[in-house]
Nanobody
Framework: QVQLVESGGGLVQAGGSLRLSCAAS????????MGWFRQAPGKEREFVAA????????YYADSVKGRFTISRDNTKNTVYLQMNSLKPQDTAVYYC???????????????????WGQGTQVTVSS
């Protein structure tokens, strides 16, 4: 089992940057593929980015490709989401999640993931 705690959210102006962190407990962090999702008020939770166990593979939603970068440091049990050129439509609660089955074709689906953090709010003002 793994526990996830996100941090780094906040209020930023459009065009600005934020870096989210997700710290994981436990010794088996490197055995999980990791993902970031977000949920805006009144909307469904949507996939943002995913990274494989080793960090060698990444995948992004079209809406963030070229602006966001997912990375991980298995020595620190942490996954990151660097968000640049932020837009008001990026405003949401951002969640990290862990998938114990590893890299799969279902990594964009929220129900593929086994463990979730509590979320961190990102607000982008225009």
């Amino acid at each position: 089992q793994v526990q996830l705690v996100e941090s780094g959210g906040g209020l930023v102006q459009a065009g600005g940057s934020l870096r989210l962190s997700c710290a994981a407990s436990g010794r088996t962090f490197s055995s999980y593929a990791m993902g970031w999702f977000r949920q805006a008020p009144g909307k469904e939770r949507e996939f943002v980015a995913a990274i494989s166990r080793s960090g060698g593979r990444t995948y992004y939603a079209d809406s963030v490709k070229g602006r966001f970068t997912i990375s991980r440091d298995n020595t620190k049990n942490t996954v990151y989401l660097q968000m640049n050129s932020l837009k008001p439509q990026d405003t949401a609660v951002y969640y990290c999640a862990a998938d114990q089955t590893g890299w799969s074709t279902h990594l964009t689906s929220w129900n593929e993931y086994d463990y979730w953090g509590q979320g961190t709010q990102v607000t982008v003002s225009s």
